[in-house]
């Protein structure tokens, strides 16, 4: 199976349709940079993958390259953009076939189909296509990265599933998972057997504990007898060890009664201790009350009888105030309280009698009468404070009497009326014995019920032994089986190695013999490949018997090992049908003498059937390619020239067919050599 075209239209760099058709033998692509020569490798793998993996890792501004896969030129998006497309042509004799990928479908549901005629499915890996375009498809940027600069273990599996070893792998896997479904079965029997074993060994501590916890036999009886003689007066029918937890029952409810009327008794002896005095002043109280109340009611005769007050005796009562407020106040540092004036004690009294003469001869019956309030106010204010000091001193009495009362209630409610404090601590004591007493010997007779529990115990005991047993059968079976899973496991490892080991032992001298054909260090003129490991293995490089080729050559001895390994591995895919290889611009960082050896090297791909698709960028080296790579009349070579047409689109500016030589270009006519 070989390339047989690329039409391209709106992909990239290509605005304008352009196809491109390969020749069987040979296709040299050449033009300067920018002209789309990597485009058109580009194209062939997004028809097969749907993506370009050079570009996978970059991102920049929440953009990748899935943004830009169409024509996005200073016009931006036309309007045929619906029609673009990337159409890639494989051809077989007369067998053909296209895959054909647009913007508004670009995971066509017939690629995987079309696809898989690339390659045996039955012997490819899983990423088969991805695999096949990364080994096909050289490129100028993979050549070191996917070779030297690949990890060992990954450059590993990349000749792994280049060579096809890969359904070894797949049966590795399945032993893999064989043995570790065993080994998880096999220690879950294990930790059955262990929670089986447990389980035995509490059912005998059980029964010994039972058998050790059995009294005698007249102890038994003794407690029954206590038992009923202290219930012989409890009320209710039933089995004895029922009376007797319904008579603990009631112990402890009358407990509850009990501890409170001990933890309360104090207070109940002080109330009825302050109880009479509380009493005493209560009445005194009343008494005391009731005399100024008669007090207050006798001040309010006289002002009954008082004659209407006119303007003088209003003018006489406020002086007699004022003086009356004068005296209470009395002298205040040596100043009247009144007018602030300074004044001594006698001159100060002799101005107050004289304000009241003044008021007497104002209206002496007002003066009277103002006297006469003065002392009924007073009697009010004490009629007042006497029946608030009564109200307090009864709600004293009334609490002292009410705690008195309700514990008397408590103490009937009790059984106990008129008890004293020992004597209510003497019924908490017995009754504390008696609940102890009880206690014990309904645990004597409840002893009665271990010929059940040990019965019961030596059941268990039973039915975990014959579980250990059968935990015991399924570990060794899950043993057995584990063996055996770990047996075929190592055999398919070992399968897998020795297969591994038959293909690589035919592929390595074909790597050693292309880095010999392309000479890439004057010094270390081979190269050897070993393989390490025993789980993960590694695919390690080195010339000179221990020298890394990846530290030492430079980027052109890099490049030119890198292209002998990535030949080698694409001539090894056995499960591949597309006989093509092609090479994006594989000669940078090279010098002209590796090119040539390049050259011849892939000559002989060509001559043996290969198809080789190489772009270059320099022409002369197009002219050489096409001088060394052989074409024939069956299957001539070709070369394509990209550029631009006048409108600056990318385009064919020039395509020609390498003819061959005529086979008589080089012999001289018949007259020369008479001549």
């Not at 893999?176 to 005998?204: D, F, G, I, P």
């Not at 600056?648 to 018949?670: C, K, M």
Request: net charge negative; hydrophobic share 40%; glycine share 6%.
């Amino acid at each position: 199976m070989r390339l047989s075209f690329v039409h391209l239209y709106g992909f990239r760099g290509y605005r304008k349709p352009v196809r491109i058709d390969f020749a069987d033998s040979f296709t040299i692509v050449d033009g300067r940079n920018g002209v789309g020569k990597s485009t058109i490798f580009d194209a062939v793998e997004f028809a097969l993958t749907g993506t370009i993996s050079k570009y996978l890792d970059a991102k920049a501004d929440g953009e990748s390259v899935a943004d830009y896969l169409w024509w996005t030129g200073p016009d931006g998006q036309d309007d045929d953009f619906a029609k673009h497309f990337v159409e890639v042509g494989f051809r077989d004799g007369d067998n053909h076939f296209e895959i054909r990928r647009t913007p508004l479908d670009p995971k066509d549901i017939d690629v995987k189909t079309r696809v898989e005629n690339l390659y045996l499915p039955s012997a490819a890996p899983r990423e088969a296509i991805a695999q096949l375009c990364n080994s096909t498809i050289i490129r100028d940027e993979h050549i070191a990265r996917l070779s030297l600069d690949l990890k060992e273990g990954e450059r590993f599996n990349l000749l792994r599933d280049a060579i096809g070893a890969v359904d070894a792998e797949d049966w590795i896997k399945r032993a893999q998972a064989l043995h570790s479904a065993a080994a998880t079965r096999t220690k879950s029997a294990q930790v059955e057997v262990e929670m089986a074993t447990a389980a035995q060994a509490t059912a005998a501590r059980q029964v010994d504990q039972a058998r050790a916890s059995l009294p005698a036999a007249d102890l038994v009886g003794q407690a029954g007898t206590r038992l009923q003689r202290t219930l012989a007066t409890s009320a209710g029918s039933g089995q004895l060890p029922d009376l007797a937890r319904h008579r603990l029952v009631d112990i402890a409810a009358e407990l509850e009664r009990l501890n409170p009327l001990l933890a309360d008794f104090p207070q109940y002896d002080r109330a009825r201790e302050i109880l009479p005095d509380a009493d005493a002043r209560a009445s005194a109280a009343a008494a005391t009350a009731k005399r100024t109340q008669l007090k207050y009611e006798d001040s309010l005769k006289p002002l009954a009888a008082a004659p209407v007050a006119s303007e003088l005796s209003g003018q006489a009562r406020q002086l007699e105030s004022l003086v009356e407020l004068g005296r209470r106040l009395d002298l205040r540092d040596g100043h009247c309280p009144l007018c602030a004036s300074g004044v001594s004690r006698e001159e100060f009294h002799n101005g107050l009698d004289l304000a009241l003469t003044i008021a007497r001869n104002l209206d002496d019956k007002a003066v009277e009468q103002a006297q006469l309030e003065r002392e009924r106010d007073a009697a009010l204010e004490e009629a007042q404070r006497t029946g608030l000091a009564l109200q307090q001193v009864t709600g004293e009495r009334g609490r002292i009497q009410s705690f008195i009362t309700d514990f008397e209630a408590r103490l009937q409610t009790a059984s106990l009326p008129s008890a004293s404090f020992a004597e209510i601590e003497q019924r908490q004591t017995k009754l504390e014995a008696e609940k102890q007493s009880v206690a014990a010997d309904l645990r004597m007779l409840d002893t009665l019920s271990f010929d059940r529990m040990i019965t019961r115990a030596s059941s268990d005991q039973v039915s975990a032994t014959e579980r250990v047993r059968l935990a015991e059968v399924r570990l060794g079976r899950t043993r057995n089986a584990e063996s055996r899973a770990k047996a075929i496991f190592d055999a398919a490892r070992r399968a897998s190695a020795e297969t591994f080991q038959q293909r690589l032992d035919r592929v390595i001298p074909l790597m050693s013999e292309l880095y010999k054909r392309l000479r890439p260090h004057p010094i270390w003129g081979d190269i050897e490949y070993s393989v390490r490991g025993d789980v993960k293995r590694f695919l390690t490089l080195k010339v000179g018997g221990d020298v890394n080729p990846q530290f030492v050559f430079s980027s052109g001895q890099r490049r030119a090992t890198g292209l002998a390994f990535l030949l080698s591995v694409n001539l090894s895919i056995a499960w591949s049908r597309w006989q093509s290889i092609l090479l994006d611009d594989p000669v940078q960082h090279v010098d002209d003498f590796r090119t040539v050896h390049l050259a011849e090297v892939l000559a002989q791909l060509c001559q043996s059937g290969r198809q080789v698709i190489c772009a270059v960028e320099d022409s002369a080296l197009a002219d050489l390619m096409c001088r060394r790579l052989p074409s024939s009349v069956a299957a001539p070579g070709k070369r394509i020239s990209l550029g631009t047409d006048p409108t600056g689109a990318l385009s064919v500016v020039h395509e020609q067919v390498i003819s061959t030589l005529n086979r008589r270009s080089l012999i001289l006519p018949q007259e020369s050599l008479s001549a």
